[in-house]
């Protein structure tokens, strides 16, 4: 259904176009019948052929009766045919080589009386050289002067007479054409009426003729340039370097009906033939990438008849100098040609490839429109037809243009499709690891429970267990006071209230963490009659401050005022805090006794000394004591950052 679709696109739109030729074409064709009575539609005219020894530019006037006595009466329109051989015979006889034939044709006009200004129109006058046009005897309108032209065909004929109040009627209209002797002429039914009334005709005609297939040639060719700077860019992409062979190709083929060129007669005639080879030769390389099937040996033989006709056809080599005796030759090898290539290669992309299919029909639509040109060339069919071949360019644009616009949707939906495909792997990425994430997390956190419980059991039995049994052991012996028995199990208590105390968040705020111990300590300091002074200032954060250095900062000041307490009768203990550009400090000042530090701590054993010391290297800090008979200061320093 949706390659169904895609296929009406086009296909509409060449219906809307035939559709408009064939309105059009009705409308001039009655306009003649059904219009004013003022109007007059010629429908007959004598006609008669003379020779002349070359192109010669037409006489100010003449009068019929001095021509030859040999009119033949003829209908409008009239289409004379040429048999071909017979053509080449009459070339051979004598003729002189540059002779020109010169077609006439008399039309007597009876009737219509001079109301207005009158104009004189015809849908095609077909020669290939000059048009001269004599309104009683006068010459009133010439057309393709200077020799040979290639572009009279789909040009119509239109003029205004210039007649106003006092004129004589228009008796006799006489039509002078110039031709090579090969050439084939042919002449319209005229219509002489007022210039208001017959102009829309003349215009709708032109438009749809010759202005319609300019643009739509125009565009083709514009489209085709954007392709080749596409093809710039992605030189692999052969297809897109094709597509601007076909623009270049139709817009040549149709040149010549559109513009006159300062070029040679015979190097314009041979461009035009040869395009059309060359434009059946890029539709069957375009079918080829399409249904990706090489056809070798029809390659080779469409580029062998290609390159034969173009050979052949050269100005240079002159092995047929007579265009336009060959032309209609060469026009009926074209059709063949293209019909081959229709053939074959519809055959090959019926099954396996929709836009092949698309551009043969397109191709077949191009070649029946071909051979209607060349029947309405050659005179077979009337010379008021419709020249197809001029919406060839329309076709193939129409066909391309659906075939592009069909792969850019199609490439739309796929980028879509690949988005869409790659979001959803997103997702189920993102879901992969936010339940990863949920997994390291509980690991994590199992692991950091299982930590915490290793740190608390290690230091429980370091700190506590150890006590209990030293108290344990002291009781059996019977060696120990119950004073001693209680201060050891008031350590013990203290040191579970340490361990405790560590476990809360402090935030890397020391203070916080001081400011717990002194919750602690007040109580037994007011017991004992010792007073305590809080003289702590604000400290930057310690990123590094978790529970385990928490445990042992907390056991280094509580190691420090504990031995203030059993080894100095101070009465004052005094806490502040310092900062310093690498680091914080802890000070305790007591007003006791003071002691010898260096004997302590290395002739006397100094245990509890040495385990404040090692608790401080083991966070990267430092203790000191400054000791005389007036107090003891202490000094525990702490880093503002520590080593990974």
């Known amino acids: 259904m949706v390659r169904a679709s895609r296929l009406m696109a086009p296909l509409l739109l060449l219906f809307s176009v035939a559709v408009l030729i064939a309105a059009a074409s009705l409308y001039l064709d009655n306009d003649g019948h059904h219009g004013p009575a003022a109007t007059l539609r010629l429908t007959q005219a004598s006609w008669q052929e003379t020779v002349a020894p070359g192109y010669s530019a037409p006489p100010a006037t003449i009068d019929s009766a001095t021509l030859p006595p040999s009119w033949q009466l003829v209908a409008l329109p009239f289409s004379p045919s040429i048999a071909l051989l017979r053509q080449a015979e009459s070339g051979a006889s004598g003729t002189p080589p540059h002779a020109v034939h010169v077609s006439w044709l008399k039309v007597a006009v009876d009737g219509l009386p ?75 039914s005229l219509r002489l009426g007022p210039a208001d009334v017959l102009r829309p005709s003349y215009q709708v005609r032109l438009w749809l003729q010759q202005q319609l297939p300019a643009m739509l040639s125009a565009a083709f060719m514009a489209v085709g340039v954007f392709a080749v700077f596409v093809w710039l860019r992605r030189p692999r992409e052969i297809a897109y370097l094709l597509f601007f062979n076909l623009a270049a190709t139709a817009f040549l083929r149709g040149l010549h009906f559109y513009v006159d060129l300062p070029v040679a007669n015979d190097w314009f005639a041979w461009l035009t033939v040869n395009s059309l080879f060359w434009l059946v030769l890029a539709v069957h390389f375009f079918l080829c990438q399409l249904h990706q099937r090489p056809l070798a040996w029809l ?125 959803e792997r997103l997702k189920k990425r993102e879901a992969e690891l936010e339940a990863s994430h949920q997994r390291l997390r509980e690991i994590e956190l199992r692991q950091t429970i299982s930590d915490e419980r290793q740190r608390l059991m290690q230091d429980m039995h370091d700190g506590l267990g150890s006590s209990l049994i030293s108290a344990i052991r002291s009781v059996e012996r019977g060696n120990i006071s119950d004073e001693r028995v209680s201060q050891i199990l008031k350590d013990c208590l203290d040191d579970l209230k340490l361990t405790i105390d560590s476990m809360e968040p402090v935030e890397a705020d020391l203070l916080l963490l001081l400011a717990t111990l002194r919750f602690r300590l007040e109580p037994r300091l007011e017991g004992t009659g010792v007073k305590l002074l809080w003289e702590v200032r604000e400290l930057p954060a310690l990123p590094w401050l978790n529970p385990s250095s928490a445990l042992h900062i907390l056991r280094i000041v509580q190691e420090s005022i504990a031995n203030i307490l059993r080894h100095t009768r101070a009465t004052e203990i005094r806490v502040g805090t310092t900062s310093g550009a690498d680091g914080v400090q802890v000070h305790i000042a007591d007003n006791g006794g003071g002691f010898d530090v260096a004997q302590t701590l290395y002739q006397a054993g100094g245990r509890g000394l040495q385990n404040q010391r090692r608790r401080a290297a083991s966070v990267e800090g430092t203790v000191n004591w400054q000791s005389n008979p007036a107090g003891t200061l202490f000094t525990l320093w702490l880093p503002l950052e520590r080593k990974a």
């Open 114 to 188: 001079v109301t207005s200004r009158l104009a004189l129109y015809g849908v095609r006058v077909k020669t290939d050289g000059t048009i001269a046009v004599y309104i009683n005897g006068k010459l009133a309108h010439q057309a393709q002067q200077n020799g040979p032209s290639w572009n009279s065909t789909r040009t119509p004929l239109w003029f205004t007479l210039d007649n106003g109040p006092g004129s004589p009627p228009v008796r006799e209209i006489l039509l002078r054409l110039e031709h090579s002797p090969a050439s084939q002429t042919a002449l319209s």
């Open 299 to 423: 390659t080779r033989g469409l580029v062998a008849v290609t390159l034969l006709i173009g050979v052949l056809t050269w100005p240079l080599l002159a092995v047929l100098p007579n265009m336009p005796t060959v032309t209609p030759i060469i026009y009926l090898v074209a059709p063949v040609m293209s019909l081959v290539a229709c053939v074959v290669g519809g055959y090959c992309a019926w099954r396996h490839s929709l836009e092949g299919r698309m551009v043969v029909y397109g191709l077949l639509a191009c070649t029946l429109m071909g051979m209607s040109d060349w029947l309405l060339q050659n005179n077979v069919i009337s010379a008021e037809g419709w020249y197809l071949g001029a919406y060839a360019p329309a076709v193939c644009f129409i066909t391309f243009g659906a075939l592009m616009y069909r792969r850019y949707v199609d490439a739309i939906a796929e980028v879509e499709l690949v988005n869409a495909s790659l979001a």
